[in-house]
Nanobody, 125 residues
Framework: QVQLVESGGGLVQAGGSLRLSCEAS????????MGWFRQAPGKEREFVAA????????RHADSVQGRFTISRDNAKNTVYLQMNSLKPEDTAVYYC??????????????????WGQGTQVTVSS
């Protein structure tokens, strides 16, 4: 049974920071890609960032480039999303996900096989 559990969401003022965590369990993920997505009310789920668990290489969406950083700790089976300089438009439910097909960084939600339950991030103005 594959499980992804996110934590770290909350309410923060604009300009503030949060760090999200996603702990994986149930199988060995060291060769896969893990990503973060977000979904705001009434909007489609969108790509935020992804990381290769084997190489540590990353990709970030243009909208968060320079403000958010994805990282991983393979020993803990955990991926992080450090979010700085948060804006009200970053408000969404944030999900982590695993892509088990090694084809580089894919940014569409349908490419990811496993998903966490999501954690709410709310940025007040």
């Amino acid at each position: 049974q594959v499980q992804l559990v996110e934590s770290g969401g909350g309410l923060v003022q604009a300009g503030g920071s949060l760090r999200l965590s996603c702990e994986a369990s149930g199988r060995t993920f060291s060769s896969y890609t893990m990503g973060w997505f977000r979904q705001a009310p009434g909007k489609e789920r969108e790509f935020v960032a992804a990381i290769s668990l084997s190489r540590g290489t990353t990709r970030h969406a243009d909208s968060v480039q320079g403000r958010f950083t994805i990282s991983r700790d393979n020993a803990k089976n955990t991926v992080y999303l450090q979010m700085n300089s948060l804006k009200p438009e970053d408000t969404a439910v944030y999900y982590c996900a695993v892509d088990t097909v090694i084809l580089g960084f894919r940014t569409t939600p349908g490419a990811y096989n496993y998903w966490g339950q999501g954690t709410q991030v709310t940025v007040s103005s």
